[in-house]
């Protein structure tokens, strides 16, 4: 009898070890897994470099790359990671990572799925803890203020080209009714301003003067003032997709803020940029002043849940130019009239800015 | 002459060469195969913010239908050395790029090579 109570009374105790210990195998991995992580993925021709944040929800994993959200599936210590980007011709792909979770440190393969121009071979990636004064970029910094002045040429290093971004109601109500390509500005000549301006992989070029850089788009020939020496807008100033932007150099970064902004969309995609968005960049000078680093993150409650973060590198170029650019809406509206869609474009007059 | 021109349909490409893209490709083009034309260029548009060629088609039943051939931006094409005079009214080309969805006649330009064998690449920096 004795016996058959001391079996009892080990089976019920191994039960509520088996129960104590669940929970708490589940804490262990959602604090190993939870958090901000930098990514990085490298494939035989480039080095992309973006924010993770992953966060455990009531029964499951949710997860956030640059700001906008991507599939994610854990068990035990394997993990994937499914990404939408868009390539530099603006097909939208996946790209899908595999691998392994130890000791605070990811890492595993990667490979591109869905039809791009752009055609990556599988490669590697891994992910690390990010670091408090770490912003992903892989450069060091001068701890002065840098000679920037020059032409920059874009590279296609750093920039996940994140396609989806978190949206709030008010987001999502304006991309379902948005309409891809004739409602964008540029396609009609209009300037598309920040932060899409920022980001193109057009040629700028950057001259230093007291009080300011101007910077100079070769798309859209757009001049942009940072004002080093002012904080504000002059009185009566307006809005404009270039803003109001001011800078400053913190540990060895010009730190760019840009308000005063008008609605635009943020990519091709077309987010919507309100009036009330800010923007922050951050440019890094590389060691040899040959190589400009950015991340640009728009601050936009209004329209995102999280913030929208892009990441560009330009290489310095004294063999090249600003060509002029002149813009003729034409090649825009002529077909639409071809195709009979003139009525259509006019009806959605108000949807336009 | 002009009934030599033959319309040749390539599909599932594989194509490594990228051009800038200035508007949402993915709202009027695929990247699920590429196509190649011959034919002969009726219109020249080489502005921005892209610039245009209207090709003079003969497809595989003798009709002869006009294809809408998008290009990168001027200033693009130009740093590559393709110029406005780098394809002219009349030309007979040889042009490769990504169709428009839904069979619309509409063309992503890839390369296009000229009547004298030389090929004009619209691709994006390294």
């Known amino acids: ?353 | 002459m002009f009934r030599l021109i033959k319309l040749l349909m390539v599909l599932g490409c594989l194509i490594s060469d990228i051009s800038i893209a200035h508007h949402s490709f993915t709202a009027e083009f695929t990247a699920e195969r590429t196509v190649v034309l011959q034919g002969q260029v009726e219109e020249v548009w080489f502005r921005n913010p892209h610039v245009r060629y209207i090709l003079k088609v003969q497809n595989s039943e003798g009709v002869n239908e006009n294809w809408d051939l998008r290009g990168s931006p001027v200033v693009w094409l130009a740093r590559k050395g393709w110029t406005k005079d780098s394809i002219k009214v009349g030309d007979i080309i040889t042009a490769e790029g990504y169709p428009g969805h839904s069979n619309r006649k509409m063309l992503s330009i890839i390369r296009v090579t000229l009547p004298d064998g030389s090929m004009l690449v619209d691709r994006a920096p390294e």
């Not at chain 1, 029964?59 to 599936?73: C, K, M, R, S």
């Open chain 1, 1 to 353: 009898m004795n016996n058959i109570k001391s079996i009892k009374s080990l089976i019920v105790t191994l039960m509520l070890a088996l129960l104590i210990s669940i929970p708490m195998s589940l804490r262990a991995e959602t604090s190993d897994i939870e958090g901000r992580w930098i990514l990085s993925l490298q494939d035989d021709q480039r080095l992309l470099v973006g924010l993770l944040e992953i966060e455990k929800t009531a029964n499951d994993w949710q997860a956030f790359l640059e700001g906008g959200p991507v599939e994610i599936n854990i068990q035990k210590d394997h993990i994937e990671i499914i990404a939408d980007s868009r390539d530099v011709r603006g097909f939208v792909f996946n790209r899908r990572m595999t691998g392994k979770i130890k000791n605070n440190q990811m890492n595993g393969s990667y490979e591109q799925e869905g039809a791009a121009a752009q055609k990556e071979n599988p490669g590697t990636w891994s992910a690390v803890r990010e670091k408090n004064e770490d912003s992903g970029l892989t450069l060091t910094s001068s701890a002065t203020a840098g000679d920037i002045s020059g032409i920059w040429t874009a590279t296609q290093e750093l920039d996940f080209r994140k396609y989806t971004m978190s949206l709030t109601q008010s987001g999502k109500d304006w991309l379902e009714q948005y309409l891809p390509y004739y409602d964008q500005p540029d396609v009609r000549c209009t300037s598309i301003g920040l932060p899409a301006l920022a980001t193109y992989s057009f040629p700028f070029e950057i001259i230093s003067s007291d009080d300011r850089y101007t910077f100079l788009y070769e798309y859209q020939a757009k001049v942009r003032r940072i004002w080093m020496k002012k904080e504000s807008p002059s009185e009566f100033m307006p809005p404009s997709r270039m803003g109001f932007s001011v800078g400053s150099w913190v540990n060895g970064e010009l730190v760019i803020k840009t308000s005063l902004l008008d609605k635009t969309i943020r990519d091709f995609r077309g987010e919507l940029i309100s009036e009330d968005a800010t923007i922050e960049e951050r440019y890094s000078l590389s060691t040899d002043n040959q190589t400009l680093t950015a991340i640009i993150i728009v601050d936009d409650p209004e329209n995102y849940e999280r913030q929208p973060i892009r990441r560009r590198q330009w290489k310095r170029n004294a063999n090249t130019e600003i060509f002029p650019y002149t813009c003729d809406p034409d090649t825009f509206y002529l077909p639409m009239y071809e195709d009979g869609e003139f009525q259509m474009y006019i009806d959605r007059t108000p949807f336009r800015f």
